[in-house]
């Protein structure tokens, strides 16, 4: 887990040298490409089981936001019904437990059987490599939020338009400081001071050992 020093200021943006640049696209696709060809059975397998226990597509598709602010559109195998969106904002109650207890629901109604599994394993985001090698995320990096999301916690915490726009200088990762250090545990101000911290920080060798420490913090959930 990155640690936070006492006397860190979240008041300017980061700045990233051209070296800095060139190494984490590197990374990043070299990675992509290595775990795609790691994980080409589960390609096969995965579309097969979603089918077979669920209607709809294969992957979910969502609107998220993206290096400085532009919308891209996030890609995982899908893990829920195929109308869950519509599911939760067409139901008052389970909308705003949703936004209270940061965007997550312990006990989601929506996930199907095959879909717990591959939360659990986070075999879901496996599809996220296409984001990466298109250059809308990197596999390291701030978490990709929802559009709602800021919002909301714009209005719930007094900080948060701050840390989130230093968050954004940088591409959204499929793993990063905060998924390594908790996940769903870490409340959202501290996750998001994690990801300003991680932008501010930027270091190469932060990224590796995030990527090392990846494994363990996926084995943790079983």
């Not at 051209?18 to 696709?29: A, E, H, M, P, T």
């Not at 840390?163 to 990762?173: F, M, R, S, T």
């Not at 250090?181 to 270091?203: C, M, Q, T, W």
Request: charged share 30%; proline share 6%.
């Amino acid at each position: 887990m990155l640690s936070i020093p006492e006397d860190t200021t979240f008041n300017q943006l980061p700045k990233f040298s051209k070296g800095y640049l060139i190494s984490k696209r590197f990374i990043d696709v070299v990675g992509s490409l290595f775990l795609l060809i790691l994980f080409w059975p589960v390609w096969i397998i995965i579309p097969i089981l979603i089918k077979a226990k669920s209607k709809g597509p294969i992957f979910y598709k969502q609107k998220r936001v993206g290096l400085r602010g532009k919308p891209f559109t996030i890609l995982k195998f899908r893990s829920m019904v195929a109308n869950a969106d519509e599911i939760i904002k067409n139901d008052p109650k389970l909308w705003r437990k949703f936004q209270e207890s940061d965007w997550k629901l312990e006990d989601d109604p929506r996930v199907t059987s095959v879909g717990r599994w591959l939360r659990r394993l986070t075999l879901d985001e496996l599809p996220q490599l296409i984001n990466v090698l298109r250059g809308e995320m990197s596999l390291v990096g701030p978490r990709a939020y929802r559009f709602e999301e800021i919002k909301y916690q714009e209005k719930k915490h007094s900080e948060a338009a701050r840390l989130i726009k230093i968050a954004l200088e940088i591409k959204p990762g499929i793993t990063g400081p905060w998924q390594t250090s908790g996940r769903n545990d870490v409340p959202f101000i501290e996750r998001v001071k994690l990801d300003a911290y991680y932008a501010l920080k930027h270091s190469i060798i932060d990224d590796i050992i995030i990527i090392l420490k990846t494994p363990l913090a996926m084995i943790s959930r079983w």
